[in-house]
């Protein structure tokens, strides 16, 4: 198993956490969720999941290289231990993990394919998520807030970006978790219809594996006070996803199962703003180039990645520059410090 940087922050993390079952601890969780989401006229994704990890109404993403036919919905979605498990997060075409104040992460979901009927907890936007998002064609963006002097960079960003304030009744308080980990989010009074696959314009393809590669069992990568492991399933052809430590669910208890994922290597700095506590708020930069390493099939490939410019997607090749497809489903693209 291999694993990227290491810190004893994230396991005095894990000690200090309540110690319960997991099935207990998303048992409740859900139970009170549905309560909240049946009387905001909502509920959560419903239904069995198929074996690709997302909602059965999720259709499998194409090369993205189509016209766009509208937005693509963005959400900030909250993952502290005590936001999960997430809502909606199962049915998001990409879900990109990044690290913020503290060491801890954080998890921008991308939904084009389908729009489930409720997402979150929602949390606030950061500086990176207006480089990360300018490689789709003028997105929604929902998230709770974000630093006051970062507010004026969002509203001039090409965005649509939404807050609860802009938008009151696409929000709603669910479920028995305490502020600010109960805001969540009704995609459809964001976006009337998903845009479909052609909206998602990052430069990802997606087709047979590349030649090569390596068997790989599980990848785990580490923030300072966090983690994510991946374990491939060879009986669901997905890679399991646990998070500092504990298997990572959607609120109806299944298992969260990428298809592809792609630890991308970038840098990592300080940026501008700061937390209300006077901690740094990391900036990802994903403009530009460097290694990368993609998952698929229980096989891990060594590549590159490029990204000249933030109006342009992440080109992912080998070393002969031939590109590398994904496997056809749900991509977790987890942002690592490099080295």
Known sequence: MK???????GARAERARHPSTA????????AALAVSLAAAGCTSSGGSSPPDGRSASHSPTGTGTG?????VLAVKIDNAPDARPQTGLDSADVVYAEQVEGGLSRLMA????TLPKAVGPVRSARESDLELLRQFERPVLAFSGAQGKLLPLIDRAPMDAVTPEKKSDAYFRGGARPAPHNLYLRPSRLLPVAPGKDALTTGFRFGPAPAGGRAEASRTVRYPAAGFTFTWSASRARWLVSTDGRPAVATDGQRLAPATVVVQYVRVRASGFHDFLGNNTPYTQTVGS????????????????KRPKAEDGTEFSAADGRPVAFAEGQVWVVFAKAP
């Open 67 to 71: 016209a766009a036919v509208g937005p």
């Open 3 to 9: 694993d990227t940087n290491r810190s004893r922050h």
């Open 290 to 305: 460097g290694k990368a390493e993609v998952l698929r099939d229980g096989r891990a490939y060594d590549v590159n990645w």
């Open 110 to 113: 991308v939904y084009a394919s």
């Open 23 to 30: 099935a207990t601890a998303v048992s409740a969780v859900a």
